[in-house]
């Protein structure tokens, strides 16, 4: 009776929750967020396959940071907010700690922009090797991009399409109803999509720059050239919206530190994570998000997924070496733009890993008849902790073994 909370709405959840699992089921609308785009990630999707089930674990870490958004929210604050970044070890649930908030967010009725892999513009589209396939090409060849925006134009950035189309896609699905009430507010945007706009006299919105895109207008998923424009000018807007609280949410954001698995269009020089488009709005640092105008930017670390090459001898005069967010928090501590700006997701604790064994064993996961009574006792999550330090990763793979 203490597995459940009383409610599956993030919003109820109180303190007396954490510890607790909320069911993503009909009475959320969490779903409208999560699982037609993807956005809580491939590991998280193919692990509540496996359970045959989906739900969430409430975390304290969650809880207050959910309450500072609303709170910046109501106290009309949010303009002045930067944003921040979710950090901790491996495996202690840094993305689940930032799903809960994409659940929360979206049940609030906040406009929710999620970049689940942001490794998907360095390393390539879901990519689990850092030798797959990766393209990137130059924003001004006209060969594989038309409608360049015009800040861009005689610039040397480059883009990756698959990635971004991905991306525009996702939020459009999700979050359309939403997006056909924001009008596009820069008057040569206004002028360039008023041809897509569902409602002339009210002129084009968010929707009606994305809909090319989703039911690609621009016939250019098979080929080339590809319009530059849309996420481009999506990200400029989204800093001016002030009809809906709006959070930008990056997992996986130091990959944005980090040099790409592709080089400058037809040469053998490798790119930079902040010489592709979308990565160098968004990373790097907070100032994305506060240059917002009512939102929030959220990012968390990651250490999953492919590594990424390093830095070419010849490049370290140009570029910096990546700061080393994954094994050395405390140089991100240190750094001076980051102050206060952190938030650490503490590994697993004895009553959290009690109910997560508890949890695997109503799944049907723990089939040992041997471990009832150890499990009841609490004697199982003593051996487990001591096993993974409170390390949700290495719990769940002890549990499947069980």
Known sequence: SQLFCASNDPLEQTAEDAGRFFQLDGSTNAFDVFYHNGYCGENVASRNAHLKTS??????????????????????????????????????????????????????????????????????LSARSAQAANEAYRVTDPSYFNQVPPELEGSSTHENPEASAHFLMSFYLSQRDKLATIPIKDEERRAHYASAAADPKAGPTLADMLGTVARDSYQAFADFPMPARPVHDLLRELQSVTEYPTLIVVDGWNRWSQMATSCHWRTKRPLHASDLMVPAMLGGDLSYGKNMARGVM????????????????????????????????????????????????????????????????????????LLGTQLRTGELARKVRLMTAGNGEDLYQIAHQM
């Open 55 to 124: 739900a969430m674990m409430v975390r304290r870490e969650g809880l207050r940071l959910r309450d500072d958004l609303l709170n910046l929210d109501s106290n009309s604050n949010l303009a002045d907010a930067a944003g921040w970044i979710l950090a901790g070890e491996k495996g202690v649930g840094k993305s689940m700690v930032l799903n809960y908030i994409l659940a929360a967010m979206q049940r609030a009725g906040w406009l929710v922009a999620v970049v689940p892999h942001a490794a998907d513009w360095t390393l390539g």
């Open 298 to 369: 959220l990012g968390a670390t990651t250490h999953n997924g492919a590594q990424p090459p390093g830095v070419p001898m010849r490049l370290r005069k140009h570029i910096p070496p990546p700061p080393d967010f994954q094994r050395k928090l405390h140089a991100l501590r240190r750094e001076d733009r980051f102050r206060g700006r952190i938030r650490e997701v503490a590994a697993y604790s004895a009553s959290e890993t009690q109910a997560m064994l508890e949890f695997y064993a109503l799944c049907g996961h723990m089939h040992n008849p």
